[in-house]
């Protein structure tokens, strides 16, 4: 298990429940067509996804983790969690359309949303936050994350949400 990933996720989702009371922690993966040597594919959807998200729901921040994968078929994928101001966003459906959109727009294949895709995060339900976090984990698999000296693209990427300063009374 890569602790560097589990340790990034654990950090974004306390981060957001610091400045959100409620957080919808969303999971869908990202396909491609054909193998790169970088990372492009990904900085282009997130940074249109972002774009998009922010003009739709007026989101302050978006936090979000991916993880690069390359499986037997030689090209890679993507695993990626969101995690959204839930008290604009209670339903991931418009969501899902959206990265849906930008993937169409990218030229990539439909975007894949698993099973049990979403969780609804409460700051005051620390079971539920185990669970994203747990559900969150298979993003630290090791197994399809060998690195290739070929590829000099970072297996992950995160962004980059600080935690709520508490003014301390």
């Known amino acids: 298990m890569f602790l560097e990933v589990m340790e990034e996720l654990d950090s974004q989702v306390s981060s957001m ?8 922690f969303l999971r869908l993966d990202i396909r491609c067509y054909e193998f790169s040597s970088t990372n492009k594919i990904m900085s282009d959807f997130m940074r249109l996804l972002k774009r998009r998200l922010i003009a739709r ?3 302050t921040r978006v936090g979000y ?7 037997k078929a030689k ?3 993507y695993h990626l969690v969101l995690l959204l101001d ?3 966003v209670q339903h991931p459906k418009k969501i899902i359309e959206i990265a849906e959109d930008v993937g169409f727009d990218l030229y ?3 975007i894949y949303t698993p099973k ?3 969780l609804k995060l409460d700051r005051k339900e620390e079971s539920q936050v185990a669970i994203a976090i747990y559900r969150g984990s298979y993003l630290a698999k090791t197994r399809t994350k060998t690195r290739f000296k070929h590829v000099k693209a970072r297996s992950y990427g995160s962004s980059n949400i600080r935690p709520r300063n508490e003014v301390i009374q």
Do not use: I, T
């Open 75 to 77: 090209k890679q994928h």
């Open 86 to 88: 839930g008290n604009k």
């Open 108 to 110: 990539l294949p439909k």
């Open 57 to 59: 729901y007026g989101f």
């Open 17 to 24: 429940l610091s400045h959100h009371s409620r957080v919808l």
């Open 65 to 71: 983790l991916w993880v690069r994968e390359v499986s």
């Open 116 to 118: 049990n895709c979403f």
